[in-house]
């Protein structure tokens, strides 16, 4: 892995930042291979599941647990539009706006199910 790496640095001019960089292993992983491939190649393990750029580093088999922080920022965002001095015609743009937009770059990235979906209009109305 070390080798592939030196050779991508090479190839393409760019560094790996091996300070920011981390590793995820599988439990299959014996103990003593994952702490070889740590001291290679100078990196830290991720022991619990972190958010990178504001999304989960790992979804695991519930996709509802994954993404709930997702719809709880929705909600939260609607609710603190309910309590501005604007029209009921403004509100509902706004909120849809937001409903809308918070989900995009996750969209993006990952494949939602279904039900993240279904739920959202309920949390409008």
Do not use: C
């Amino acid at each position: 892995m070390k080798l592939i790496l030196d050779q991508y640095e090479r190839a393409s001019g760019q560094q790996v930042n091996f300070g920011k960089s981390s590793v995820v292993f599988s439990k299959a992983i014996p103990q003593s291979r994952s702490d070889e491939i740590l001291i290679t190649l100078d990196m830290q393990e991720v022991l619990s599941h972190e958010k990178y750029l504001g999304l989960p580093t790992h979804i695991g088999r519930s996709k509802k647990k994954g993404f709930a922080p997702i719809k709880d920022r929705i909600a939260k965002r609607i609710k603190d539009w309910l309590g501005k001095n604007l029209s009921w015609a403004g509100r509902e743009v706004l909120v849809k706006a937001v409903a809308q937009l918070i989900p995009t770059y996750a969209m993006s990235v990952f494949r939602l199910p279904r039900n993240f979906f279904q739920d959202i209009p309920s949390m409008i109305n």
